[in-house]
Nanobody
Framework: QVQLVESGGGLVQAGGSLRLSCAAS????????MGWFRQAPGKEREFVAS????????YYADSVKGRFTISRDNAKNTVYLQINSLKPEDTAVYYC??????????????WGQGTQVTVSS
C-alpha cells in the first residue's frame, strides 16, 4: 500500500507560479512511476505529467508542455510539480498518482486526495 499526500495548492493570480508536492509513504518509493492529474469543475480527470522511477524520463500532456515541470526526490519520497505562467484554465484539483507498471495517462495504482489550485484572472 502507498499513501500519497499532496500539498502546495492555493489561490494565485494568472501569470504566477506554484509548486505542488506529493509525499509518499508505504512501500518503496523508487518502485513507482509518479504522476499528476487534474480535474476541473464539470470535466473529467486528465493526465498532466509523469516521471519514471529514476527521474530521468518525463512525460507531459501537450497542454502543459513548457509551463509545467515534474521532478522527484527519491531521498525524500516526494514528487513535485512546478507550475509556471498559470492560466485561469489551470484551475482544478490536482491529484498525485503512483503506478508500478506504467507511466502516462493510464496510471492508476494509487491516488492522493488532491490539492486545489485556483487561478484568478
Amino acid at each position: 500500500q502507498v499513501q500519497l499526500v499532496e500539498s502546495g495548492g492555493g489561490l494565485v493570480q494568472a501569470g504566477g507560479s506554484l509548486r505542488l508536492s506529493c509525499a509518499a509513504s508505504g512501500r518503496t518509493f523508487i518502485r513507482y512511476a509518479m504522476g499528476w492529474f487534474r480535474q476541473a469543475p464539470g470535466k473529467e480527470r486528465e493526465f498532466v505529467a509523469s516521471v519514471n522511477w529514476s527521474g530521468q524520463t518525463t512525460y507531459y500532456a501537450d497542454s502543459v508542455k513548457g509551463r509545467f515541470t515534474i521532478s522527484r526526490d527519491n531521498a525524500k519520497n516526494t514528487v513535485y510539480l512546478q507550475i509556471n505562467s498559470l492560466k485561469p484554465e489551470d484551475t482544478a484539483v490536482y491529484y498525485c498518482t503512483a503506478d508500478a507498471k506504467t507511466m502516462g495517462p493510464t496510471m492508476n495504482d494509487y491516488w492522493g486526495q488532491g490539492t486545489q489550485v485556483t487561478v484568478s484572472s
